[in-house]
């Protein structure tokens, strides 16, 4: 099944399922949108190296290694989950880049291409060689995927480490605290435990907001 369609078919099942959510909200009176995150912040100075943009590394699979996730020669949708993350600098999105945690080098790797949209890389039957982690993402939109053959726990600091970008309790890239402020959310809810232990669940949105916060902090995952 090729990327399009798995997605075309999980699409649909997650309309149906916010479907219904919005009918069970609208006949409890629930219809109110929920309150904006009440965060602020000063703005993070430009350090002196480790500032945005962060590409794609092209070791993305030597990393994935090095972060404890063994890559495969092909996509499995055993355990087969989303969250999407937001990243921003004194409120400017951060791009996530395409195909962390793909090899888009190999052959087996197909290349999307759609007029207007950004490149997207997947629907991996087999490669001839282990091409693909666990955890990856496919295109630039934020949503991180974990396409695994068992079910097992995987972590933004396991993410952050395919990217090669630093994720302590105290720094993201080149910004660090005192001097820039860096604030973790995960639905809505500010994180104040190490976010490199926090473990991806289904449906998560995670925010990570350096410096001055954008004038909304997403709290919800819109799906795909």
């Known amino acids: 099944m090729t990327l ?7 699409g649909s099942s997650r309309a149906l399922v916010a479907f219904v959510l919005i009918a069970l909200s609208s006949c409890s009176g629930e219809s109110e949108p929920m ?9 993070a100075p430009e350090p002196s190296s480790g500032k945005p943009p962060w590409p794609r590394p092209d070791d993305t699979i030597t990393l994935a290694r ?3 996730i063994e890559p495969d020669r092909k996509e499995y949708l055993t355990y087969h989950i989303h969250a999407h993350l ?38 991996i039957e087999e490669c001839a060689q282990a091409c693909i982690a666990a955890l990856h993402t496919h295109g630039e939109d934020g949503v991180v995927h974990i396409e695994a053959p068992t079910r097992a726990d995987y972590r933004l600091g396991q993410f952050f480490e395919l990217w090669n970008v630093r994720l302590t309790p ?15 959310f995960v639905n809505g809810r500010r994180l104040r435990t190490d976010p490199a232990d926090l473990v991806f669940e289904d449906g998560q949105e995670i925010a990570i907001v350096i410096g ?3 004038k909304t902090i997403p709290r919800e995952f819109a799906g795909e």
């Open 66 to 68: 090095r972060a404890g």
């Open 86 to 123: 937001d990243v921003f600098v004194n409120g400017r999105a951060v791009t996530v880049p395409a195909a962390l945690g793909i090899e888009v080098r190999d052959p087996g790797v197909q290349k999307f291409e759609d007029p207007g949209k950004a490149t997207e890389y997947g629907g």
């Open 4 to 10: 399009h369609n798995r997605r075309m078919k999980a």
């Open 212 to 214: 001055a916060p954008p």
């Open 170 to 184: 105290t720094c993201v890239g080149g910004y660090c605290t005192p001097r820039a402020p860096v604030a973790v």
């Open 35 to 43: 309150a904006a995150i009440d965060y602020s912040a000063s703005a």
